[in-house]
């Protein structure tokens, strides 16, 4: 008999922990499915909701092979969701449902581990661009980053109008489309401040250790620093310290802002939807949102730390580099597509959650499309 640590029902007292020990659930028949065979099901003692051993799998309710494994190492690798779809013989909704998989699995593995314990550093922010739907909707993507593990915090996102010198051509349309397009206001600065909390939650200031902060010279920036309570209302033991870089120095690795500057440069190379004047970008920025964490998520866990960096030995994965403990990748790697995560049962960060419940609205389109229910237990 399959042993269950709580019940999947997010109404159930055993929801976020079930009695060790007890048996609160009893075996319920059983079904046969043509793609896993038969299947056993289990009823809850406390709240009488049936489940099945299947209801715990990152594949719940798919039909067809799950194939997450190469899915993962295709979208890391730079493929485009055409070519994927292509080279594995599948649709592209099938490879949509693979990636929005992965992705709330790994935000939600992502959310655990940074509460664990880690070492502290300095943190840096940075806006990574790119665009949807087309250049006239550029997204402003705030990346919070270790200044030296170049481990992944948090990441939020906005859309912007479209600045610099535009053709007389450019700005008559743009006029059209802004016209007739909502766009956030502040939307740069609310995205800033969302990163910003989620790295001071996670590495607040303590005496002898100030919360130092490395960004651009952007004012948008200042004005969010400048009002914030931490910093307004700072103390000897309670620092924040607020690091501006000029945009102008060399961009190499004795740039304060290296760390941005790297990961900017990473998911620019491998992903495919970020290639400079790339024909596979974002069409939906929650679809987009759903893939950058997927590649962010491989980046902190899996993917090994700066290979050609020659100081001594090197930490397995930027995670490692973190001074967090994590399980060796094999197991991390079954864990994200085999391990199902409960909505429920994580505590993420605002722009986390809006990655998961794919709250982030795309400029000129109404909604993402459908979501499944069970994304919410
Ligand atoms: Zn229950």
Not at 28 to 41: A, H, L, M, P, V
Not at 110 to 138: N, T
Not at 309 to 322: I, M
Request: proline share 5%; charged share 25%.
């Amino acid at each position: 008999m399959d042993t269950f640590r709580f019940c999947p029902n997010p109404q159930c007292e055993y929801h976020q922990e079930a009695p060790a020990g007890e048996r609160w659930y009893r075996e319920k028949g059983k079904y046969y499915t043509k793609s896993r065979g038969i299947i056993k099901r289990y009823l809850c003692k406390a709240c009488g909701k049936s489940f099945s051993s299947q209801t715990y799998h990152t594949s719940y309710f798919l039909k067809k092979p799950e194939r997450f494994e190469e899915v993962l190492s295709r979208l890391v690798g730079g493929e485009s969701l055409r070519a994927m779809s292509r080279a594995m013989g599948c649709s592209i909704s099938l490879l949509s449902n693979r990636i929005d998989r992965l992705g709330r699995q790994g935000l939600a593995l992502h959310s655990r581990f940074l509460k664990k314990q880690q070492r502290c550093e300095d943190i840096c922010i940075d806006g990574f661009v790119s665009f949807d739907r087309s250049q006239y909707f550029p997204s402003e993507i705030p990346i919070a980053v270790g200044a030296d593990s170049q481990f992944i915090i948090d990441a939020s996102h906005c859309n912007r109008r479209r600045s610099g010198k535009q053709t007389p051509e450019q700005s008559a349309k743009s006029k059209v489309l802004y016209a007739s397009t909502r766009m956030e206001k502040g939307g740069i600065m609310r995205s800033f401040r969302e990163v910003l909390d989620t790295a001071l939650g996670v590495q607040p200031p303590e005496q002898y250790r100030p919360f130092i902060l490395r960004t651009d010279e952007k004012p948008d920036y200042a004005r969010v620093i400048y009002s914030h309570p931490q910093f307004i209302y700072q103390t000897e033991s309670n620092r924040f310290v607020f690091w501006r870089t000029p945009s102008w120095l060399p961009r190499n690795h004795t740039n304060p802002l290296f760390s941005s500057n790297y990961t900017e440069r990473e998911i620019r190379k491998d992903q495919a939807n970020h290639h400079r004047e790339s024909v596979c970008f974002n069409r939906d920025s929650a679809n987009g949102m759903m893939r950058l964490w997927t590649y962010l998520v491989w980046h902190n866990y899996l993917k090994p730390y700066r290979i050609n960096c020659k100081h001594g030995k090197q930490p397995t994965s930027h995670a490692a580099a973190r001074g967090i403990s994590i399980p060796f990748k094999a197991d991390f790697l079954k864990l994200w597509v085999c391990d199902r995560c409960f909505f429920s049962r994580e505590r993420m960060s605002s722009a986390m959650e809006k990655t998961w419940r794919k709250a982030w609205e795309t400029p000129g389109k109404a909604n993402s499309g459908f979501i499944p229910r069970f994304v919410f237990d």
